[in-house]
Nanobody, 127 residues
Framework: QVQLVESGGDLVQAGGSLRLSCAAS????????MGWYRQAPGKQRELVAA???????NYADSVKGRFTISRDNAKNTVYLQMSSLKPEDTAIYYC?????????????????????WGQGTQVTVSS
């Protein structure tokens, strides 16, 4: 089993900054892409930013130039630095990770791939 634990959500004024963290733990063989999604009340969950194991990044147009995603592979952690926050950034932010786990039996290593989600962290931006 793998757990993703997010932290860093808070109430902040418009124009402020926050840094979200998401640490993965458990039976991890490797972590491929990691990303941040958000869901505002009454809206669908949407991709905010993603980063591959090779550090290629992808951002939603609404956050380009304001948010930066990064990862620390040694700590199995992904970060989201959010600046110039706007009220429309208010949402629950979820961490996602594509995790590979491995099992060995009779000399054969088998790798499995799973998609994991964190429990979410609330970001509220007041105007």
């Amino acid at each position: 089993q793998v757990q993703l634990v997010e932290s860093g959500g808070d109430l902040v004024q418009a124009g402020g900054s926050l840094r979200l963290s998401c640490a993965a733990s458990g039976s991890i063989f490797s972590i491929n892409a990691m990303g941040w999604y958000r869901q505002a009340p009454g809206k669908q969950r949407e991709l905010v930013a993603a980063i591959t194991s090779g550090d290629s990044t992808n951002y939603a147009d609404s956050v380009k130039g304001r948010f930066t995603i990064s990862r620390d592979n040694a700590k199995n952690t992904v970060y989201l630095q959010m600046s110039s926050l706007k009220p429309e950034d208010t949402a629950i932010y979820y961490c996602n990770a594509e995790v590979s786990t491995a099992a060995q039996a009779m000399g054969v290593l088998t790798v499995y791939h799973y998609d994991y989600w964190g429990q979410g962290t609330q970001v509220t931006v007041s105007s």
